[in-house]
């Protein structure tokens, strides 16, 4: 297409962030996910009865056929040459007796047509799905004594097939998808798996200190290596490697940590090393650690919500305030210099970091819906196209223009 | 949307609609891991005041580079350097830059105030001075030693939680005046941290409030010992130094601290103070306290070269309890004289004496001059105060003279070329005594100075037989036929309540029986006179002890 077709120029649209797609759901996810290497979106939460929901929504600008959906629509007549809007369709659903909290598809490898979904429910156990056949785990367990908080996995992109979970008794654990769990049963009993590796205070304390979130990351590109990074809800912050088998960095900031990402090399190198980490904080602060000399050390922290050069008029205006919730940092894969942050206003704040390693830019910040947008989640084929569900039960899908 | 998105979507779309269509490969993976469980440790959370200037800097200029924001200050107290460096986040070299512009004197000011003030960490240098401080290595932040973090168990953290609860007591009651109890707390702080520098320190500072000063130099140098470069310890140990006469010392100690800390204003006041006063004082004075006071009243040096002093009173605070007798300190007016033998000063026409009495508190100040009969020329008689345990008589240790008074009846002496104080301790009788003995005469206006209810708290237990000779002597001699027979009366008695009296009494010379015998026989007939009320029993039994039974 021309240039004269479209709208806006490409360099006025950078930073733009375009909503594709949105659609309310019945039940409050906590996770959206691409499902990767497709055009489908896993949202998984749970309703207001109490139960956990796995749902799968295929985005897509073919007008809906009453085959290929379960919920009914109308009939149109296919216009096939018509460029459409992209739709969110709801392609299947699955209600468990366990909410679930938390979910990933890293773990499994990606040479799959339909790569499974690990969960981690209210109940502490972890469960992997063939979303396919959703009606019953591959495997459950019962991975922590509480609440599975989060998870994450390299499994899809290097060395081994490991993921981490962090739960509300304060530990972090590590586990590997080859394992098995006879020992721990089937998730109906009360024994724990045996993980990998446990990190966790040896104190036992009466109110530990849960993890919020957690990341995995490759050092150098080796494959023994592996940095944990864990955010807890009294601000610790701490970044382990597995293969010194010692917490290499660890810090507090503060406030509760919601969410933590180790930025990614761009594709093409090392796969999956990072250079950078960036945290945020439920009081409205991004705080960004760079790994100089294989040491982190600490560049800038600021207030998302404080601006100084704000894109648009908007968003001063209607500034939710400057200790809003960061809910979610995510690099945007392919271009991993640019950071969105989405905080409890429903704005998402993008960022772009400079070559000295500091928070150089703030390429805008828009309003993508009305309350916080809780899961961030970014396309890996499709360079911009995030997925996210906000507090609202509302799935939203946008395009960030870079 | 525009349609160049639209276009893209569309043709991602198409290319992943189905999934990726790769047949399931079974891809080899590295073995699984070793189990390895890592203990986390506790993370102090960085503190408020830093953090929140930390985040204010940034967030006003957002491009600074990180030397601005510096030292992500990780209160874990990392024993080791590198720990301090990595626990930073900073690189090693941009960690011991931001120690370049790490601000002494304003971190002294600040724990000075702080010291004054009392506040919870009296000499850490870490909280207050933020941003410009990066952690300090030395892994005893004062206040914040919670050791259960990075230090290896070395203290049992509860105890040294407790010993900085004491301190936190002391430090409370200290800012109230109320010193004493201050120090309890302190004592007891050091007893469960005894490695922690500060809390000496503290104390000593209480110490000298009190003008304790001996104690306190000694509390100083134990906080020393456990940090030597310790600006404060070296300062208040030369004030207690010049306090208690020790110039020199005092001056080196101020001199140690300002090379550790030249600007230190504190100190080089006192340094000042001393410069000054020393030029009013003699090569040989050892006990000299409040140089600086000498000056004023100075005479001008006559033949003997004289140093006075002023005796300063004061008031112990009323909260105090007498249990720990408080040294008041008042400075003794003090003329030091040469010992000349022939001077005329030792003439008795124009002897002076000292009469330096702690035993009450009773402000009255006096003008007094030690008359040394000594052979050594010590300057001053330094007396203790009386519940505390007399020293030899040779040695004197050096303390602030406290105000004397005088018993009732220090005025009564009728001879007017002397000015006699009676004793209160073993040592003043002992220096009058030598000076009197000569005369007989003199030596009876000075016996009857002291009461006869004093002689067994005068003597305590170094009572010697010379001493009971002359007395007897002048008993007999004088008593006998000028004074009331009660008062003689009085006077045995009390004498035999001396400690160790039938020691002494061994030593009788032949003299001394007859003059006793002579005493009782006088008593005797004494009996049934309307003045005494003693009876024939009592003299029965006071013969007995005096260990005569024939009178």
Redesign the interface.
Known sequence: ?TSA????REGDRKGKV???ASKPIPFTAFQALW?P????ICALGSNDSGFGIIQLY?????PPSPSSSKKPTTATTPAPTK?Q??RLVLQSEAEKKIQFKSGTFRAS??????PHLLTGDFEGRVGLWDLSRAEVPVWMFRAHEDVVNCMDGVGSRT????FVTGGRDGTVK?W?M??DHKAAGSGTGTALG?????????KKQVDGHDVWCVNMGVGQGT?DEMLVVAGYD???L?V?D?RM??????????HGICSVELSPRPQGTSLSSFSSLVATTLEG?MHV?DL??G?????????AG?N?TAMTEEVLAVQSGDDSTLWQVRHVPQRPDIVAVTDGGGYMHLYEQGD?K???KQLGSHKLAEQGILSLDFNE??EG?FVGCDLDNTLRVG?L?L | ??????????Q??Q????????P??A?E??P???????????????Q?TQ?KA??EA??AQ??K??EQ?TS?V?S?SPSTTSEAI??S???RK?YYESWDKFDVDKALEDFERDDKRSSAKPSSISTNSTKTAPKPLLSKPTGATAADQVEPATMPSDSVAAANAEKEKGNELFKKGLYVKAIEHYSASMALDPSNSVLPINRAMALLKLERFAEAERDCTLGLKLDSKNVKALWRRGIARRSLGRVDEAKKDFETALTIDPVNKAVKEELAKLKQGSTTTTPSSTAKPSATKASATATTPSKPVAKSTTAKKQESPASESSKPPVISSKRVLIKEVENDEDSELFSLGSTKRIAAEPKSTTPTASKVTPVEAAPKPVAVEVVKPTPSPTPAPTSAPVTPLTKPTTPPTTTSTSNPRTNMVAPSTTLDFQRDWKSYSKNNELLYQYIKLIQPEALPGIFKSSFESDYLSSMLTVFRTFYIPSEDPQLLYRSLVNLGKVQRFDMTLMFMTGTDKKDLVSILQHLASHVNDSTTTYSQQDLAALASKFKTTNY
């Not at chain 1, 077709?5 to 806006?8: E, P, R, V, Y």
């Not at chain 1, 060395?159 to 490991?162: A, F, L, M, V």
């Not at chain 2, 699984?32 to 960085?46: A, E, G, H, N």
């Open positions: 297409m077709a479209g709208s806006l375009t909503q594709v499902v290497g497709t055009t489908r295929n985005l897509t600008s073919n460029q809007q992209p490898p990606r040479s799959s047509t339909l060395g081994r097939p490991e590590l590997d080859r394992q045996k993980p990998l590796s446990t990190m966790a205070s040896l494959d009294n601000g610790d701490r382990m597995l088998g010692q917490a290499v960095f660890e810090t507090n900031l503060q602060s650690f100089v000399d040491q982190f050390k600490a560049t800038t922290s600021t207030s404080s100084t000295e500091t928070l150089s084929d499709m196209l395009m223009h | 949307m525009d349609a160049l998105t639209l276009q893209k979507l569309a991602w779309e290319a992943h609609a189905s999934g990726n269509k790769k399931l490969t891809k993976y590295p699984m891991r070793s189990c390895q469980d890592i203990t986390l440790k506790d993370i102090q959370p960085i408020l953090k930390r985040i940034v967030s957002e491009k580079a990180s924001t992500p990780t874990t990595k626990s986040g900073l690189s941009a």
